[in-house]
């Protein structure tokens, strides 16, 4: 059980395209999803915090209208990345929360590899 | 503000044998959950070892183990005959379940572990 997935994997873009990235809980209800962002041989920083129904929550310095975050519904998150630019290039992975009602396990998606042009 | 901290940032091992990696943290809450995360060169985030700060025994999973030490704000995880498949990066996590927190993950700078044949 626990399984996330990303949708795609691997993404190039040309700059000033627009990138969504899905995040799925394939087989829980995930209550909360997060999204984070990783720069090579670096850690996780998190981006922003989105509960199902309602707006996310985004980290100081994150900008929201550069990255839109939609929680539709409790198996599916999207994270759209607006008018890319060369230095959103990075790896996106997103984690779900709420196995059998536990919030305090997230389970990670694989990523996803963004380069813009 | 939670901080996490990982003064290792590599380490090797050979196989078979025993490796420590240490994590120490820095929080004003009582009430929080560790965590030891996996990162192989997949990228795939895996949830190694969990802890909740209110139990005092040592959280262990198979080959891992915790030594947990709540007052020193310390939580290293040991891994005991190691494995050419545990050769990974390992970042230490903190989760704090106040109010407010969102259960949101802050994580060291991880630890580069390789296991040598």
């Known amino acids: 059980g626990a399984v996330v997935s990303q949708h795609p994997s691997r993404v190039i873009c040309k700059s000033g395209t627009s990138v969504k990235i899905e995040c799925r809980s394939l087989?829980?209800?995930?209550?909360?999803m997060f999204w984070y962002r990783q720069f090579p041989k670096k850690s996780l920083m998190l981006m922003a915090t989105?509960?199902?129904?309602?707006?996310?929550?985004?980290e100081q310095g994150v900008e929201k209208d550069k990255f839109l975050i939609n929680h539709a519904s409790l198996t599916l998150s999207t994270l759209t990345v607006t008018s890319a630019h060369p230095e959103d290039s990075s790896f996106y992975i997103c984690?779900?929360?709420?196995?059998?009602?536990?919030?305090?396990?997230?389970?990670f998606g694989p990523g996803t590899r963004l380069l813009v042009l | 503000a939670q901080t996490v901290t990982q003064s290792q940032p590599e380490m090797s091992v050979q196989e078979a044998e025993t490796v420590t990696l240490s994590c120490t943290y820095d929080?004003?809450?009582?009430?929080?959950?560790l965590f030891w995360y996996k990162q192989p060169p997949s990228r795939q985030m895996i949830l190694v070892i969990r802890?909740?700060?209110?139990?005092?025994q040592n959280a262990t999973e198979n080959r891992f183990s915790v030594n947990f030490q709540k007052a020193a704000k310390s939580f290293s995880l040991k891994i005991s005959d190691s494995q050419l498949g545990d050769t990974a990066m390992y970042f230490c996590?903190?989760?704090?379940?106040?109010?407010?927190?969102?259960?949101?993950?802050?994580f060291g700078k991880g630890t580069l572990l390789t296991v040598n044949p």
């Open positions: 984690s779900a929360s709420g196995l059998a009602g536990v919030q305090e396990t997230q389970y």
């Open positions: 087989d829980f209800q995930a209550t909360t």
């Open positions: 989105s509960n199902e129904g309602s707006k996310a929550t985004y």
């Open positions: 929080t004003s809450e009582n009430n929080y959950y």
């Open positions: 802890q909740e700060a209110y139990k005092q």
């Open positions: 996590a903190f989760m704090g379940v106040s109010g407010g927190s969102n259960y949101k993950l802050t």
